[in-house]
């Protein structure tokens, strides 16, 4: 079983600048996954970024990059060039062997032009 | 590939009538997932089928909420006497192994209950 913890409600950018949202997690499983899906206004999840927890890389995705800590159990998403396109609500997730999503409460982002 | 497919986007409905939503995963996926998804909120898992098998339920859904997936293919959720703490976005996604298992999710559907 897993759990995901987002504790930032919500969080604004200025266009063109960088921004991390944080994500913190607990599994008892050894081998899992970890994933930041969006989901703009009345529109449907689409996934960001994945990342498999027995790769030490840092996944990447043109302007999306995570920043993986094991050891701490943490999992952060920083989008680079931030632009009008990336305002939505943003969940951090980890799944394991059952392959069942538990998603984090999600964190609210808008970029400011 | 058309992507995930859920019919009706909304439904409006008096407490404790049935209603039933489908699923329509991408086509050769064989896992399909449902959550429900409340405002504000992340989605919770309900239940998934691998192929047709229904292989795990959560303790969300009461006996009220049934799922199928007949042959593999669509599948149904069924809710009976809604109440209005059903209200909520009930979203499907769909995985295959050789597609990493990622889950792709359709638009949902926005239950109202009155």
């Known amino acids: 079983a897993q759990t995901v913890t987002q504790s930032q409600p919500e969080m604004s950018v200025q266009e063109a600048e960088t921004v991390t949202l944080s994500c913190t997690y607990d599994?008892?499983?050894?081998?899992?996954?970890l994933f930041w899906y969006k989901q703009p206004p009345s529109r449907q999840m689409i996934l960001v970024i994945r990342?498999?927890?027995?790769?030490?890389q840092n996944a990447t995705e043109n302007r999306f990059s995570v920043n993986f800590q094991k050891a701490a159990k943490s999992f952060s998403l920083k989008i680079s060039d931030s632009q009008l396109g990336d305002t939505a609500m943003y969940f951090c997730?980890?799944?394991?062997?059952?392959?069942?999503?538990?998603f984090g409460k999600g964190i609210t982002l808008s970029v400011r032009p | 590939d058309t992507g995930v497919s859920q019919n009706p986007r909304h439904k409006i409905t008096k407490r404790g009538q049935n209603v039933t939503f489908r699923c329509d995963p991408i086509?050769?996926?064989?896992?399909l997932y449902w959550y429900r998804q409340t405002l504000g909120q992340g989605p919770e898992f309900l239940t998934y089928f691998q192929n047709e098998a229904q292989l795990e339920k959560s303790r969300l859904l009461s006996d009220r909420f049934s799922a199928e997936r007949p042959k593999g293919s669509f599948s149904t959720l069924e809710i009976q006497r809604t109440e209005q703490g059903d209200s909520a976005m009930y979203l499907c996604?769909?995985?295959?192994?050789?597609?990493?298992?990622?889950?792709?999710f359709g638009a949902g559907t926005r239950l109202s209950v009155l």
């Open positions: 996604a769909s995985s295959s192994v050789l597609a990493k298992n990622i889950q792709y």
């Open positions: 997730a980890a799944t394991g062997a059952n392959s069942k999503l538990t």
């Open positions: 990342q498999e927890a027995y790769k030490q």
């Open positions: 086509s050769e996926h064989n896992r």
């Open positions: 599994t008892s499983e050894s081998n899992y996954y």
